[in-house]
């Protein structure tokens, strides 16, 4: 199978995804990258804003807490119920130190969660628009003692 035409088969494989994260490489030409992506959002993503206006509006009782530029958002659905939005997984800071940014924030959301005697805790990452292994590591830590793999990558 050539290089083409391995291309077109793993496109037509993800084309319905719909998912812009999606990036298939097949070489350079100019400076630039060639490929295939989808290139957008996927369908679900064209409603965020009415859902997170919906999840604010009908569900939230306490004021809404913002943490590293907007890309953590706390609250509370009731008593004894959290709501963490996770909202992307990179640009915590605006000079682009993230794991220090998320080394100063997730304490004190801790510290907020354990002041609300909470009985549980949604996080909710539905709409995340993504970001690096090592940020999303960094979180997922901070809500387990135990260790585990998160992701692998080989070159």
Known sequence: MSEDELLTVL???????????????????????????????????????????IIIN???TEDIIPFAQGGLVYSQLSDGIGYLNITRMEDFSE?????????????????????????ALIIDIRFNGGGTDENS???????????????????
């Open 11 to 53: 496109s037509t494989m993800v084309e319905p995804l719909e998912d812009g994260h999606i990036l298939i490489i097949t070489g350079e030409q100019n400076g630039q990258l060639t490929g295939y992506s989808p290139g957008r959002s996927p369908a679900w993503a064209e409603a965020e804003d009415d859902l997170a206006g």
């Open 58 to 60: 009908t569900y939230l």
């Open 95 to 119: 000079d682009g130190s993230d794991q220090e940014a998320l080394a100063d924030v997730l304490p004190r959301i801790n510290t907020l969660l354990n002041n609300a005697s909470l009985e």
């Open 137 to 155: 590591a960094q979180i997922a830590s901070y809500f387990t003692d135990t260790a585990r793999t998160v992701y692998t990558k080989s070159v």
